[in-house]
């Protein structure tokens, strides 16, 4: 099977040519590449050891100076598949946890460099597979927040809902203060765990109707529908102080983190959606402007 795949800050892309599936093994397994270039690249992991690292020789190159010569290395053993990292300079990390080897399970996260893979065994290998792609179409790989591509969508569907049922609804929309020093000081890999860490947050704090995404590099955006803007504006601060009080942090570094945020209300006098985020997002600024780490409506 070979798959095609884009990505860029606005869109993700996935394409796979499909073809028939075949009878799963209990021992079939493969990993997916679920964050990073290649998004989507399925990988099948069979008997022989497979190794990643930024080597040509490697049975899974990844180009990144995070990423060591000869990273990591996956393995089949009488029970099961094992990740090992080899010495690598950044280190190999299972579900967020440094590892030096592990057991993987199903559904496992995988991370060399800033490439994540979900390693995925058993069962209807082929099955599970489309269902992870059809997922990557809407879902951001690093923070498990709605993409662009599918906030996009959502919010034009929010505006028709609000035009035929006469009902309000607000967009937050915010991002990571001086994250460019974040990622200078500490580091591209630090800077993305930041990012997990704050999709983790975001998603613990708001409504389970409330949409939230990851709509750029370090920023992010929320619908919040039937609320009206004093009422999304106290939400918004409300996840402002959290953020502020969260404990952020890389390899035993703690790295303080800060948002700004802008709400702007739906209005039937706007013309389209570009118009409602654009008002918020010069709210955004106006928070920025002002000293950041703040909201304004």
Sequence with gaps: ?????????NKTVVTVLAQQPKKADAKDACLVVIYGEDLGRRIPLGSEPCVIGRSSKCDVQIDQESVSRNHARLSRGPSGYYARD????????VNDELIDEVMLRDGDQVKVGRTIFKFIVGGNIESVYYEEIYRLMTVDGLTDLHNKRYFTEALEKEISRSKRYDRTFSLVLFDIDHFKRINDTYGHLAGDAVLRQLGALVKSRVRHTDLPART??????I??????????????DKLRRSVEETTFRFEGTVMPVTVSLGVAEWDAKLQDPDELVKRADEKLYEAKRAGRNQVKF
Excluded: W
Excluded at 86 to 93: A, K, R, V
Excluded at 216 to 221: D, M, V
Excluded at 223 to 236: F, L, Q, T, W, Y
């Design 1 to 9: 099977m070979e798959d095609e795949r884009t990505t860029n800050p």
């Design 86 to 93: 080899l010495g690598s300079t950044n280190g190999t990390y």
């Design 216 to 221: 750029g590099g370090e920023e992010f955006a």
């Design 223 to 236: 619908i919040v529908p039937e609320v009206a803007g004093p009422g999304a504006a106290h939400m918004a």
